[in-house]
């Protein structure tokens, strides 16, 4: 597989990511009638974002 196709795979599948645990993070936070949800979910999805980066960077092995 090119490197570069694998690359657009990821980067899709982490924004798939973010979206869902944003829109998650969303409903559950209306639910409970959140003041500021929708900036208290993205902050939320751009840590789950970086863990999930932080993640796939630790689980691939070093070249070489």
């Known amino acids: 597989m090119k490197p570069y196709v694998f690359s657009i795979g990821v980067l899709l599948m982490l924004s798939?990511?973010?979206n869902?645990?944003?829109?998650?993070a969303g409903d559950v936070l209306r639910l409970f009638e959140v003041r500021h949800a929708r900036v208290i979910a993205f902050?939320?999805?751009a840590v789950a974002?970086?863990?999930l980066v932080a993640a796939?960077?630790?689980?691939?092995?070093?070249?070489?």
């Not at 869902?20 to 998650?24: A, H, Q, S, V």
């Not at 796939?56 to 070489?64: D, H």
């Open 16 to 18: 798939f990511s973010l």
């Open 20 to 24: 869902g645990i944003y829109c998650l």
């Open 43 to 45: 902050a939320i999805g």
């Open 49 to 51: 974002m970086i863990v």
């Open 56 to 64: 796939l960077a630790w689980s691939v092995p070093p070249r070489g």
